[in-house]
Nanobody, 118 residues
Framework: QVQLVESGGGRVQAVGSLRLSCAAS????????MGWYRQVPGKPRELVAL???????NYAASVKGRFTISRDGAKNTIYLQMSTLKPGDTAVYLCAARRPQRVEFDCWGQGTQVTVSS
């Protein structure tokens, strides 16, 4: 069973920055994609950023130009660099991975809280 462990959340003022990390218990290249979702109570879970095994990235329109997803294969870790944060970015951020031949993300971390104050 793959484990994903997020870290780096916290409280920050608007226009500040945070970097989230997601450490996998195995090789991140065993997944065909990894990504970051965010969850706000009462709202659907939102895919924020996606990184495929080939290195392609995709971002939600609301974070494009402010967030960057990246990886370090040697550390089996992906990152989410978040800049120019807004109060609307406040959410629990979850790391996710999609195993080969799976249609949806099927491995999840426990989440890390990000709170942006105005």
């Amino acid at each position: 069973q793959v484990q994903l462990v997020e870290s780096g959340g916290g409280r920050v003022q608007a226009v500040g920055s945070l970097r989230l990390s997601c450490a996998a218990s195995g090789s991140i290249f065993s997944f065909n994609a990894m990504g970051w979702y965010r969850q706000v109570p009462g709202k659907p879970r939102e895919l924020v950023a996606l990184l495929t095994s080939s290195g392609m990235t995709n971002y939600a329109a609301s974070v494009k130009g402010r967030f960057t997803i990246s990886r370090d294969g040697a550390k089996n870790t992906i990152y989410l660099q978040m800049s120019t944060l807004k109060p609307g970015d406040t959410a629990v951020y979850l790391c996710a991975a999609r195993r080969p031949q799976r249609v949806e993300f099927d491995c999840w971390g426990q989440g890390t809280q990000v709170t942006v104050s105005s």
